[in-house]
């Protein structure tokens, strides 16, 4: 008697890899983002300018004169030199100086490591934030759903600048004058981050309300994983290209919220400024004739922020395929 082949069956102790990948990846594909991109000068030099903004930022130390941070770096008799190229400059100090003796220069590459660090933690606390909080309020609904979404309602009635505000004067009230600047910078990612987070929630909220009625998480749930690893593993990577947009335009938002914030004198101090602290110096400057302690660093900031709006608005356009 012949045997009989019984033909293998398929394992379904998982959902299929192809049903838990981004399918706004898939749809898109790859060398159509590529090809979006090269298509697109401004984007490209969009690119290159933030991506020269981030190596200059990181390689400071190598770049600079002197370090602005150090204050047995910094000689009065130098202060306020006005620009090398202009007949009052001095070598090295090709923008100037100002009122410390900071190298111009230097001051800019030191500040935009302070701006990018706080916008990157910020948007990256917010980001998380947001997506834990839209992924709860998505997948379990019901009273935790109206809960997250009616404080996010109470929020969004106040500016993202106001909230800053709120949150950093009450750290400073609690603390006084006991905050060194690295605990700072550690208050402003938090007051950028708790200002932020709601983008996230809403949007995430909206595809995981969508995503959970489809088959691969009712798979997913019939074998018995936990809500966090149906969440997390499969349900979140079906979210992250609206997250990207999302992300990508808070960096600016993140980096002019904390400039403001500083502008405002509530921000990083003078000892460890950033973009916005050299401006604010630089402000109480330029009625006297020395424009450049505020012109170079508020070029610098508007050329990042410009940068980086154009890098979100392609990446919106590149990800939607409604635009294709």
Do not use: C
Not at 106 to 112: E, T, V
Not at 277 to 290: D, S, V
């Amino acid at each position: 008697m012949s045997d009989t082949v019984v033909p293998h069956k398929a394992s379904s102790s998982a959902p299929r890899a192809g049903m838990t990948s981004a399918p706004w990846l898939a749809r898109l594909g790859a060398s159509d983002v590529f090809y979006s991109f090269r298509r697109s000068r401004l984007t490209m030099a969009a690119a290159a300018v933030t991506l020269l903004f981030f190596l200059i930022a990181i390689f400071a130390p190598l770049l600079a004169v002197q370090n602005p941070f150090d204050p047995a770096q910094l000689q009065l008799m130098n202060s306020r030199i006005a620009p090398l190229w202009t007949a009052d400059g001095q070598s090295p100090f090709l923008l100037g100086t100002d009122e410390q003796g900071r190298d111009v220069f230097s001051a800019i590459l030191y500040g935009l490591r302070i701006s990018l660090t706080v916008g990157l933690l910020g948007v990256l606390f917010s980001g998380t934030l947001g997506i834990v909080l839209g992924l709860i309020a998505g997948y379990f609904g019901g009273a935790v759903d109206s809960l997250i979404m009616r404080i996010a309602d109470v929020q969004l009635t106040f500016p993202a600048i106001l909230i800053a505000l709120l949150i950093n004067g009450v750290v400073k009230s609690v603390f006084g004058n006991r905050l060194d600047a690295m605990s700072m910078l550690a208050v402003l990612v938090v007051a950028i981050g708790l200002s932020f987070w709601v983008q996230y929630a809403r949007t995430v909220r909206g595809s995981v309300m969508v995503e959970k009625n489809k088959d691969y998480v009712a798979a997913a749930q019939l074998i018995g994983l936990p809500a966090p690893v149906i969440m997390l593993r499969h349900v979140l990577p079906n979210t992250m290209g609206p997250v990207l947009v999302i992300a990508t335009i808070n960096l600016a938002l993140a980096v002019i919220t904390e400039a403001t914030l500083s502008f405002l004198g509530s921000g990083m101090p003078d000892t460890m400024p950033s973009l916005g602290t050299l401006i604010r110096i630089g402000n109480n400057y330029l009625f006297a004739g020395e424009w450049w302690i505020v012109a170079f660093p508020g070029i610098a900031l508007a050329a990042l922020i410009l940068s980086i709006n154009l890098l979100g608005d392609w990446l919106r356009d590149a990800l939607n395929p409604k635009l294709r």
